[in-house]
């Protein structure tokens, strides 16, 4: 199986580059982030047609998380338990959605930005990935044998290497001591993050400004982490790049990870 995540920022948009994408890469499960719409927005029938089921949570322009699969689509979970909320008045954000696949418990994740290190909304990330966390942990520890997948655009470079510049992020966040913490308690819980090891000193987003995509100015933030029973079938994994490339191209590109 081929599992893929892909902040898409805007399905509406970017739809036609998505099932291309699908169509031309082989993908069997794709998650998406940033779907930018609501559900009755969402373009089903591109995917219909291409022969996928899709699951989606929007509640606006904003935020929005979906999974598309060929293989199956069950049990779809819209949020983990005690999930933060943001915003006044305080909401649930469409920021986590998880389904079955082929065996597989797919989460699709968009982990919040977090703004500047002094904003609240760095506070709401980390309290985030700290209930995010949780959630994962407890799901190993009622089935060791299970297989999930955490997979999406995470806002964290976990590693120096994994910004082109650690001069350029000082005092920023993505890089930041407590949020590299969280992202490590994800793997202390018993994940792995499978892509690494495949696709040495790649990056998976490049920002719009200051020419960042040509001068390969990137990040290294869309991120799939493995429980122990799906580790093991990982055989692959690549970064599209060029999927970064051409007119209407979002500022991330998908991140694949072949299972046997």
């Known amino acids: 199986m081929r599992l893929a995540t892909w902040n ?11 099932v291309a994408f699908l169509e031309r890469s082989g993908t069997d499960v794709l998650a998406m982030q940033e779907t930018k719409c609501r559900d009755d ?13 899709v699951a989606h949570h929007g509640l606006s322009q904003w935020n ?16 983990f338990p005690d999930m933060p ?12 959605l998880g389904v079955s696949v082929a065996g597989v418990r797919v989460w699709s994740l968009y982990v919040p930005n977090g703004r ?23 799901q190993l520890v009622r089935d060791p044998g299970a297989q999930v997948a955490l997979v999406g655009d995470w806002n964290i470079a976990p590693r120096d290497e994994d910004v082109w510049d650690m001069t350029a992020f000082a005092g920023s966040t993505h890089v930041s ?33 200051r020419l960042r995509f040509p001068r390969n100015e990137g990040m290294r933030i869309d991120l799939a982490l493995a429980s ?28 694949v990870v072949d299972l046997d």
């Open 41 to 53: 927005q969402f373009p089903l029938a591109a995917f219909t047609a291409a022969g996928y089921e």
């Open 116 to 138: 500047e290190l002094t904003d609240p909304h760095y506070v709401y990330k980390l309290d985030w990935l700290a209930a995010l966390r949780t959630a994962a942990a407890e």
């Open 8 to 18: 898409v920022n805007s399905i509406r948009t970017r739809v036609d580059r998505v």
């Open 85 to 96: 909320t943001w915003g006044d008045p305080p909401t649930t954000e469409a920021r986590a």
């Open 177 to 209: 001591d407590p949020e590299r913490a969280a992202f490590a308690a994800l793997l202390a819980a018993g994940y792995t993050e499978v892509t690494r090891p495949y696709t040495p000193g790649a990056y998976s987003y490049w920002d719009y400004q």
């Open 228 to 255: 122990p029973a799906l580790a093991a079938r990982v055989r692959g994994a690549h970064i599209d790049r060029d999927e970064r490339k051409g007119k209407g191209a979002s500022d991330h590109v998908p991140v």
């Open 64 to 79: 929005g998380v979906a999974v598309a699969s060929r293989v199956g689509l069950s049990d779809v979970e819209v949020g």
